[in-house]
């Protein structure tokens, strides 16, 4: 069983930065899961933003955040990132990190709690 805890959410400026950040707990590692952020905005389904693989050689990202959202992790604390530049108002939702066992199925088996991002204009 493996519990995620999201922080690092806000209100930020159009063009602010900000950093979440994903902590593992439980009988596991991090290093065991593929890690992915996901975002909700309301009246919308999630999608995903990020992923990171196990030891992060593999990384990819929708193409609306390219170029302006990085994700990273640390092992060691148990820990995941994902780095917001250049934020813009259609970045608001909620943001969810999740855990896979496989980097290449589509289903991840544990979520977080989410925390809320709003971008104003």
């Known amino acids: 069983q493996v519990q995620l805890v999201e922080s690092g959410g806000g209100l930020v400026q159009a063009g602010g930065s900000l950093r979440l950040a994903c902590v593992a707990s439980?009988?596991?590692?991090?290093?065991?899961?593929?890690m992915g952020w996901f975002r909700q905005a309301p009246g919308k389904e999630r999608d995903r933003v990020a992923a990171?693989?196990?030891?992060?050689?593999?990384?990819n990202y929708a193409n609306s955040v390219k170029g302006r959202f990085t994700i990273s992790r640390d092992n060691a604390k148990n820990t995941v990132y994902l780095q917001m530049n250049s934020l813009k108002p259609e970045d608001t939702a909620v943001y969810y990190c999740a855990a896979r066992s496989s980097w290449s199925t589509a289903h991840y088996e544990y979520w977080g709690q989410g925390t809320q991002v709003t971008v104003s204009a």
């Open positions: 990171i693989s196990w030891n992060g050689g593999s990384t």
């Open positions: 439980g009988r596991t590692f991090i290093s065991q899961y593929n």
